[in-house]
């Protein structure tokens, strides 16, 4: 036997023991190349003794191929295991910086609206305030919104007053406001729909310029002669409702209702935000439902022209 020979079973043996005891890869791949290396190092350590035997030598050539064959697809399965591994590891990864990105933009969020709250609570916020038709401003919000409710599988629908004629001489309803400040309560009350309706149900957005008594009306200095009407605003769902003993809670912070909280998100304030931007109005807001059907958010301001 060629001195070589000796060294090479070795390795060949030593190398299929390596990969019989490793146990940081795939299984299937593992046996079939630590075999195939232990069997290859067998066929060489004998085979120089009988390769001079005729009938021996053809099958000498193919038991060599076919333990080439075995080996480079037992090393093709590791490599593949291996490679599988790693993206496995990377997919994990990056689910995790997508999952800790979330925290930290839920944080952000968190922050920014108990900043915002307090910053209302204490009537440090200066409202823009401007004179804006009610159709106009209601309908300028409702076509923002709608593609977002229906890409959220639902219907949207709009229940308003007939319009006008452009050359009536009635006056268009009017109302004093910051139009960006209802707007975030317009969207506060939208989302907050959204998030409760299933798929395939409709939210509803209404309005109408109703006459109230002095108590029930909202507190807009609106000055002498303007009358006791208001324009109220309604988003209704068909939803899973509010429970009548957390009715009263919905608008203080952080509440979201045992039912929902953990299943709808959020931080819990957008409701608090909206009453305090309400109030700063001098307006009011409050909410009706009934569990299982669905609830109406109303918010009512007084107008400055009937």
């Given amino acids: 036997m060629a001195p070589i020979i000796p060294l090479v079973v070795a390795i060949y043996f030593w190398t299929g023991l390596a990969f019989l005891k490793a146990g940081n890869i795939e299984v299937t791949g593992q046996r079939i190349t630590g075999w195939s ?92 305030l401007e004179q804006v038709a009610v159709n106009d401003l209601i309908l300028q919000l409702f076509d923002k919104y709608r593609v977002d409710v229906l890409n959220a599988g639902l219907r949207f629908n709009l229940n308003s007053p007939a319009p006008r004629e452009p050359d009536s001489s009635e006056t268009m309803p009017t109302v004093e406001v910051d139009p960006d400040q209802i707007e975030r309560v317009f969207a506060n009350l939208i989302y907050n729909a959204v998030k409760h309706t299933p798929q395939g149900r409709t939210v509803s957005v209404g309005y109408k310029i109703v006459q109230v008594d002095g108590g029930r009306a909202s507190r807009a200095r609106t000055g002498t002669g303007a009358g006791c009407f208001e324009a109220l605003v309604k988003v209704t769902d068909t939803g899973t409702g509010i429970s009548p003993k957390e009715l009263p809670y919905i608008f203080n912070r952080y509440y979201k209702g045992a039912a929902t909280a953990e299943k709808t998100g959020g931080t819990g304030l957008g409701l608090a935000i909206s009453k305090e931007i309400i109030e700063y109005h001098n307006g009011r807001i409050w909410a009706e439902s009934v569990l299982n059907q669905g609830s109406t958010f109303c918010f009512a301001q007084r107008l400055i022209s009937p």
């Fill in 37 to 128: 290396f232990v069997l290859t190092g067998l066929h060489f350590g004998n085979y120089p003794l009988l390769r001079n035997v005729e009938w021996f030598a053809p099958w000498g050539y193919l038991i060599a191929g076919a333990m080439a064959f075995l080996l480079a697809i037992g090393i093709l399965l590791v490599y593949y295991q291996q490679i599988k591994n790693s993206l496995t590891e990377s997919e994990t990864r990056l689910q995790l910086l997508a999952e800790n990105a979330q925290d930290l933009i839920y944080r952000y969020r968190l922050i920014q609206d108990l900043f915002d709250l307090a910053q209302l609570e204490s009537r440090r916020v200066k409202f823009n």
